[in-house]
């Protein structure tokens, strides 16, 4: 299998694996006991917790986990609107953000707020200009997503922070990291988001697990959970440990060779946007800024059509987000374009696995068997 859906999911590492299958059959305690043997499992959590937030460039004890991006996402936008929302019911996005995010915009929207949705330009990029035109006396959040997770447009978040602190100094900053945790480099103590989501599956370790940074400029922020107060009162509920300390060591094992690995992916991702350009009848969409998001088209042959051909030879690749099946792509309609582009468009996602051969393998397909469909 040629696995090219990395933006999807990653496989886990072994570092992982080793480190869930020792927090299910040795250190299987709860942390909040205690005797010794739930000591020495809070004491694996601190230092997961300390893994983690090294990787973000964080402080451990602004970091806090949760069951994946999605409720990282949710709890950012709801905990926001409970903090602030007598102070102003107007909200910024942008239209290509993931449904995590816009359909907790939509439950708003039904509750009362106003919400901006900030539109890209053709290459799927969010502007500065745009930011500043939005931005009112009573917005209360700004939520733009990093790394767009369809064509691989890196938004330019520590100048959109800057200008959301000085217009609207209330105002909590919030962005979707999951696609640039780990492949494009940012420290979260330096970034000035208030509020950043990050994933474990997308960095080689579970699904199940992710994590919220909190700023400390926010001294208080909403709990997610009530109940016995783990996770510092922010979300209750008995910590899920072997997802935890599994995606503490992907974050150590992909933090460790992080430049080189994203360095090479960025060289493959190039090498292949050279060759399918030259290809007639294939498009390539958006920005690819992202060292592992490519987002390809072949008008006339249907997005389907395309993925079954290729998984035919042993290569996976996605329509797009995973997470929106059956759907022409948001993200595709707010960049305005043409119809038989969007239902023709694909996605090839890349992790330091992946190899240039596996990508002449694809090209090959394309070419072969894809291409001369085109009528």
């Known amino acids: 299998m040629i696995y090219l859906d990395n933006s999807a999911t990653t496989k886990p590492c072994p570092e992982a694996v080793e480190a869930m299958t020792k927090a299910l059959t040795q250190t299987w305690g709860n942390p909040s006991a205690l005797y010794g043997f739930g000591i020495d499992a809070a004491r694996e959590l601190r230092a997961a917790r300390h893994t983690v937030a090294a990787a973000m460039g ?6 806090f986990f949760t069951s994946g991006g999605t409720e990282a996402d949710n709890w950012a936008v709801f905990g926001t609107v409970k903090r602030l929302g007598k102070r102003g019911r107007h909200i910024v996005t942008t239209a290509v953000e993931h449904d995590a995010i816009l359909n907790c915009m939509k439950d708003l929207e039904a509750r009362g707020f106003e ?28 939520s733009v997503m990093m790394v767009n997770n369809e064509v691989g447009s890196v938004m330019p978040i520590a100048q959109m922070a800057r200008l959301t602190h000085k217009l609207c100094p209330d105002a909590v900053f919030h962005t979707d990291a999951v696609q640039g945790f780990l492949k494009v480099p940012f420290a979260a103590k330096q970034l000035g ?21 909190i700023s400390p400029r926010l001294k208080s922020f909403p709990p997610l959970l009530l109940g ?38 960025k060289a493959l991702l190039e090498n292949a946007v050279t060759r399918l350009s030259r290809l007639e009848g294939l498009v390539i969409n958006g920005a690819h800024e992202a060292p592992h998001i ?15 051909i290729l998984q035919d030879h042993g290569i996976c690749v996605s329509a797009g987000s995973a997470c929106a099946k059956g759907h022409r792509s948001h993200v595709l309609q707010a960049m305005n374009l043409p119809p038989e582009i969007m ?33």
């Open 294 to 308: 490519l987002s390809l088209a072949v008008p006339g042959v249907p997005t389907q059509n395309t993925i079954n």
């Open 193 to 213: 988001a208030d509020l950043i989501s990050v994933s474990s599956h997308k960095v080689h370790g579970p699904k199940g697990c992710g994590a919220l940074y």
């Open 343 to 375: 239902d023709g468009s694909f996605r090839i996602s890349l992790c330091r696995d992946n190899t240039a051969e596996e990508l002449d393998c694809l090209i090959g397909v394309l070419q072969a068997e894809i291409l001369p469909r085109v009528r």
């Open 58 to 63: 964080a402080e451990p004890d602004r970091v």
């Open 115 to 142: 919400v901006t949705c900030l539109q890209p330009d053709s290459m799927g990029r969010i502007s500065l200009d745009a930011l500043k035109a939005a931005l009112r006396k009573d917005t209360i959040l700004v």
């Open 228 to 265: 016995g107060g783990q996770e510092g009162g922010y979300r209750s509920g008995t910590e899920g440990t072997p997802a935890v300390f599994g995606f503490a060591a992907a974050c150590a094992a992909v933090s460790a060779t992080f430049r080189e690995d994203t360095a090479r992916e």
